[in-house]
Nanobody, 119 residues
Framework: QVQLVESGGGLVQAGGSLRLSCAAS????????MGWYRQAPGKQRELVAA???????NYADSVKGRFTISGDNAKITVYLQMNSLKPEDTAVYYC?????????????WGQGTQVTVSS
């Protein structure tokens, strides 16, 4: 099992910044990727950004140029720096970890942290 502890959500005005953190513990071997998803009310959960063990990154088009994902392998922590926030970024943000063991993928999720951007 992998345990994930998220922090950094909150309320911010449009144009402001927030930094999310997610620390993994437990069975942290064979982590293939870490990332962030978000889910706004009435919408499906969507990928925001992800970083692989090889340091490749992937971003949703809506956040490119504003959000930056980074990872600390020693701390097994992933960060999401969110700048120039917009009201449409308001959502619950979930940390995600992907492990691949024996060719099988398993996803682990954090409890979610609320990000609210006021106009």
């Amino acid at each position: 099992q992998v345990q994930l502890v998220e922090s950094g959500g909150g309320l911010v005005q449009a144009g402001g910044s927030l930094r999310l953190s997610c620390a993994a513990s437990g069975s942290t071997s064979n982590i293939n990727a870490m990332g962030w998803y978000r889910q706004a009310p009435g919408k499906q959960r969507e990928l925001v950004a992800a970083i692989t063990s090889g340091r490749s990154t992937n971003y949703a088009d809506s956040v490119k140029g504003r959000f930056t994902i980074s990872g600390d392998n020693a701390k097994i922590t992933v960060y999401l720096q969110m700048n120039s926030l917009k009201p449409e970024d308001t959502a619950v943000y979930y940390c995600n970890v992907v492990r691949v063991v024996g060719g099988l993928r398993r996803d682990y999720w954090g409890q979610g942290t609320q990000v609210t951007v006021s106009s």
